[in-house]
């Protein structure tokens, strides 16, 4: 089993950067892929980006692309999403997710591993 921990969420204004984390325990996460998705009130759970287990792919949503980086460190089985340039439709909980598998995916039912979030709250 693996157990995921996401942290680094918080309140930030329009414009300003947060950076999470989702640290793992119980596996290693060399040989999974991982994913960030997010949900806000009343929607559904979205996806936002993925990674493969090396880093050597990525895959991000457009809402997201060019502002949003996901990058993993297997040897401190950690993965971490940089977030810039936030925007108040940014607003969500934030799920970090992993996969039995190596490579990245966009969809939430592939994912066998998830966090139990962490709020981002974005200000105009």
């Known amino acids: 089993q693996v157990q995921l921990v996401e942290s680094g969420g918080g309140l930030v204004q329009a414009g300003g950067s947060l950076r999470l984390s989702c640290a793992a325990s119980g596996r290693t996460l060399n040989n999974y892929a991982m994913g960030w998705f997010r949900q806000a009130p009343g929607k559904d759970r979205d996806f936002v980006a993925t990674?493969?287990?090396?880093?050597?792919?990525?895959v991000y949503a457009d809402s997201v692309k060019g502002r949003f980086t996901i990058s993993r460190d297997n040897a401190k089985n950690t993965v971490y999403l940089q977030m810039n340039s936030l925007k108040p439709e940014d607003t969500a909980v934030y799920y970090c997710?992993?996969?039995?598998?190596?490579?990245?995916?966009?969809?939430?039912?592939?994912?066998?591993?998830w966090g139990q979030g962490t709020q981002v709250t974005v200000s105009s």
């Open positions: 990674i493969s287990w090396t880093g050597g792919v990525t």
């Open positions: 997710a992993g996969r039995s598998t190596r490579w990245s995916s966009k969809w939430y039912h592939e994912y066998d591993y």
